[in-house]
């Protein structure tokens, strides 16, 4: 097959790395607008990923039979949507349709879509900035600590825990009065606080039927024991510890198959992927959010240890075949490390040379994310900047093998956690 993937981080990095290597090089790929990593499994197209005309024409001219969305951004502005046209319909476009990304897109119709279908999920209430006093109300009763999220999308950074009323209020009044997060906080969504572990899961589904693909659980806090900013990520282990026997019979039967049921009964097109943001209570999973295509830095531990060709189940999925289709998992334990520019979450420096990345043991692989070629060098291009992901027989020995690569990876200001997967070591 003729394939395009839209988008140019890890993810997508990961998702090409799979359908080169599953596929044995039967399908040709192209990467829009991709890095020096994607330019590895294919060819990068210096397209934006909102340039749907512009994407419409290349796979036109380019005879493209696939599309597959890596972010969320294209799809909430209608991606699929766009590729409907006649001129373009016969092109599989895997990614939900701008309907169904509102499942990511806003966190209020996501809410509302859970308590239609009777899908555990924590007790909420959402406000305008016309209703900003009934709100601030509405927290002094709360019980502590308080979440409060953007209804829209804000970069992972739409998500506060606040630990006294008097910060909720503050930030309530940011987000709705002050505009904290723009367009995204026009609505706020406040939530009851779950006190447990996360993980996350993903399926792949056509709106019908769905396989579900591995787990992995991602660590988000910039320092180690998860201390410190939020970040879109700092790594990732798969399988999870927990995720196994009565629990996931849980999450099968109250949070996926009501998720795929209600996008069937509700008549939203959905071809793609499910990003499941879990929370284990009292052994009692509830879902935090959903995501509309595959987490980042997860899917850099799930495509490696997914046996299937990507692009075969895509297709099954597009022609409604999934039913009969078997995943098939390594069972070793998957950890990637993310490592990062220095200042990052924060401001942080761009243009460092990276060195290093060509003396990597077969074992891991490198997957880049915020990377661009300047005068023949990879340099650094973003926060997030790289990771490493290694095979081992348990976290301990894959989470020391990828600290050992990056201990040979250098660019300056380079930082990266030494402890990810810590509690199950």
């Known amino acids: 097959m ?4 839209l988008g140019g981080g890890g993810r997508e990095h990961a998702l090409a790395w799979n359908i080169k290597e599953r596929g044995n090089g039967r399908h040709e790929l192209f990467i829009a607008p991709g890095n020096p990593g994607t330019a590895q499994c294919g060819t990068n197209i210096n397209i934006a990923i909102t340039d749907f005309e512009g994407l419409g024409r290349f796979c036109l001219d380019n005879t493209i039979e696939m599309v597959i969305a890596g972010p969320e951004e294209p799809l909430v502005k209608g991606a699929w949507d766009h590729f409907q046209q006649e001129a373009l319909r016969h092109i599989h476009f895997i990614g939900p349709s701008q ?3 509102q499942l990511e897109g806003s966190k209020a119709f996501a809410k509302a879509f859970m308590q239609r279908h009777h899908i555990p999920t924590a007790a909420y209430r959402e406000f305008t900035a016309e209703q900003f006093e009934e709100g601030v109300n509405y927290l002094q009763q709360h019980s502590l600590p308080i979440v409060l999220k953007a209804d829209g999308l804000a970069a992972g950074k739409g998500v506060v825990i606040c630990a006294t009323h008097a910060e909720a209020i503050i930030e309530f009044e940011a987000m709705l009065v002050q505009a904290k997060f723009g367009d ?3 609505t706020v969504v406040v939530e009851q606080f779950l006190d447990g572990i996360e993980m996350s899961i993903f399926i792949l ?5 769905y396989v579900l693909l591995p787990e992995a659980k991602d660590y988000k806090r910039i320092g180690e024991k998860d201390t410190g900013l939020n970040t879109g990520g700092m790594g990732a282990v ?3 510890p927990f995720a196994t026997g009565d629990f996931m019979q849980k ?3 109250q949070i996926i198959e009501p998720t795929v049921k209600g996008l069937d009964k509700e008549g939203i097109d959905y071809t793609g992927f499910v990003f499941i943001g879990l929370i284990k209570v009292n052994n009692e999973p509830f879902v935090i959010e959903y995501n509309c295509r595959m987490g980042d830095p997860e899917t850099e531990v799930v495509m490696p240890r997914l046996k299937n060709d990507l692009a075969n189940l895509c297709l099954a999925a597009a022609e409604h075949r999934l039913a009969g289709i078997h995943i098939e998992t390594d069972p070793r334990t998957a950890v990637t490390v ?3 520019s220095g200042g990052y979450p924060g401001s ?3 243009g460092y040379k990276i060195e290093g990345l060509s003396d990597v043991p077969a074992e891991t692989i490198v997957f880049q994310a915020g990377t661009k070629e300047k005068d023949g060098q990879i340099v650094t291009n973003g926060g997030r900047v790289l990771c490493a992901t290694s095979f081992g027989a348990n976290t301990s020995e894959a989470v020391a093998q990828s600290r050992q690569v990056l201990s040979h990876i250098r660019f300056d200001d380079m930082y990266y956690r030494g402890d990810i997967g810590y509690e199950f070591e």
């Open 251 to 253: 999450v099968a039967t």
């Open 2 to 5: 003729k394939i395009l993937i």
């Open 238 to 240: 798969s399988p999870v």
């Open 348 to 350: 942080f420096e761009k």
């Open 99 to 101: 309907l169904g990304a």
């Open 338 to 340: 993310v490592a990062v």
């Open 184 to 186: 995204a906080s026009k």
């Open 205 to 209: 589904t056509d709106g019908k039927d």
